[in-house]
């Protein structure tokens, strides 16, 4: 009885997932004649991509230097980097299966699934916003020069994105359990899946707060069952995954660099051109075999940062990343004091004087027309919090998901972890470009559309200013 009752529901859940894909893809079908902006954006952005993907062509950005070999070896059924969850690195696999061991291989799906992501995101500031200002919050995302970088390069955010926006999008169609499925696969993309979760569970719980007894309990119940598939989802991935590749602990990598100096003609030019080599420089032989040891692994190794100690750079606090003065002590100008995650240089000398240029520049620098917005994103939100009870529901759902978001860095800080780099402010952006585009929202309409208008002009133009790809000539 008990086996005939798991293959009803089973065939239910099945159900379930393909209408809403069938419900989703109807959307899209019709988004494309009553909206085809979005669109026309998406490809625009596909298309710098393209052009972005091909560089470098052998060597490695920034943490792609684990990624792909971790995921060359995930394609040979070696479990590697168990600090991270699983699926970008079985994702990478697959790509690099089909479409070659190569920079198309390593890249292409990333940019899929960003654009992917950056269409579900419309639909759900949309939903909360309309049009024009779900299509602002879109453009606003998509410009964001670290966002643009971490889709195009094997890292492992995307599918994170992916799956956490489709969850969004399936509980707001009420398909609470394929949404929750959507989440659990977030959960196994990465860890910081978790921060997407808590807004949706503030916002379930505050939108059935003030509702009679019976309907919050239905609510609790939907809840409880929610987090319980997610979870499910979630541990059953990684178990499969774990006695499968049985994944060793201490596996690392190192990165040589090689440089390599060409001289011509009456100018000086010296190319500086790196090239990795992975190589494994310590290996364990203990392996984990079954998620209570990965989790713990992976607890462990998190946690494992001792604090204070080292001297950091500013933007590796994490206050500092909405912030252009140095808060940290020094009260310098640090607006783009930032890393790179890759740069090829060319140094030219004419007449005695030497010129460095770089016509690939891998920046970790954030777009200021977004990330600058937090302030007066939070603003609006507490306003309107405060003063529209009858809005509350959008602006509670957006505020919280720049607080989970972003605050968890902070603490971080605060305990003198250092965090190296600013690329976790990812996470908050797409909250942070809806609250942008619900700020200008609440202007008069004559000034907020030319308000938002302005903020993605800007956005744009910062964007081009440090697009990663420029011209070879200085």
Do not use: C
Not at 23 to 51: D, K, N, Q
Request: glycine fraction near 6%; hydrophobic fraction near 50%; proline fraction near 5%.
């Amino acid at each position: 009885m008990s086996s005939a009752l798991s293959k009803v529901n089973a065939l239910k859940l099945k159900l379930e997932v393909n209408f809403d894909l069938d419900s989703i893809w109807r959307s899209i079908s019709g988004a494309v004649h009553s909206s085809p902006w979005i669109f026309i954006f998406l490809a625009l952005l596909f298309a710098a991509h393209m052009m972005q993907i091909p560089f470098p062509p052998r060597d490695t950005i920034f943490d792609e230097t684990y990624y792909i070999p971790a995921s060359q070896m995930t394609l040979q059924g070696i479990g590697v980097n168990p600090e991270h969850m699983p699926l970008p690195k079985i994702i990478g696999a697959i790509g690099i299966a089909l479409l070659g061991n190569n920079w198309f291989g390593y890249r292409f799906p990333q940019v899929v699934m960003q654009i992917i992501a950056l269409y579900l995101f419309y639909l759900l500031a949309r939903r909360f916003l309309g049009d024009p200002w779900g299509l602002g919050a879109t453009m606003l995302l998509g410009f964001d020069t670290v966002f643009f970088i971490h889709g195009g390069a094997l890292l492992l955010d995307m599918p994170v994105f992916v799956f956490a926006l489709l969850a969004f999008e399936l509980y707001f169609r009420n398909h609470y359990r394929a949404s929750a499925v959507a989440m659990g696969l977030a959960l196994f993309s990465r860890e910081t899946g978790i921060l997407y979760f808590i807004p949706l569970a503030i916002y379930h719980v505050y939108h059935y707060y003030h509702a009679d007894n019976k309907a919050l309990k239905r609510a609790l119940i939907i809840g409880v069952r929610y987090t319980l598939v997610a979870l499910l989802v979630f541990m059953s991935l990684l178990m499969v995954y774990d006695a499968a590749f049985h994944p060793v602990i201490g596996n690392t990598y190192t990165t040589i660099y090689t440089t390599v100096y060409v001289w011509g003609g009456n100018a000086t030019a010296r190319h500086v051109v790196s090239t990795y080599v992975s190589t494994s420089v310590s290996e364990s032989n203990q392996t984990i075999t079954n998620p209570v040891e990965h989790i713990s692994w992976l607890l462990s190794y998190h946690t494992s940062f001792a604090p204070g100690g080292a001297s950091y750079a500013p933007y590796d606090y994490a206050y500092n990343w909405i912030s252009p003065i140095d808060l940290n002590g020094n009260h310098t100008l640090i607006m783009f004091n930032t890393a790179y995650y890759y740069r090829y240089d060319i140094f030219v000398t004419y007449r005695g004087t030497t010129t460095d240029y770089a016509p690939i520049w891998y920046n970790e620098q954030g777009n200021l027309a977004l990330w600058y917005g937090i302030w007066p994103a939070m603003g609006f939100l507490v306003y309107e919090l405060i003063k529209k009870p009858q809005d509350r529901q959008t602006a509670l759902f957006i505020m919280t998901g720049i607080l989970a978001t972003y605050l968890p860095w902070v603490v971080w800080t605060i305990t003198g972890r250092g965090l190296q780099f600013n690329y976790y402010m990812i996470w908050s952006l797409p909250f942070i470009a809806m609250g942008l585009a619900y700020a200008w929202k609440q202007l008069p309409e004559k000034y907020g559309k030319d308000v938002l208008a302005l903020n993605v002009f800007l956005a744009l133009l910062f964007f081009l200013w440090f697009f990663p790809i420029r011209s070879p000539f200085p």
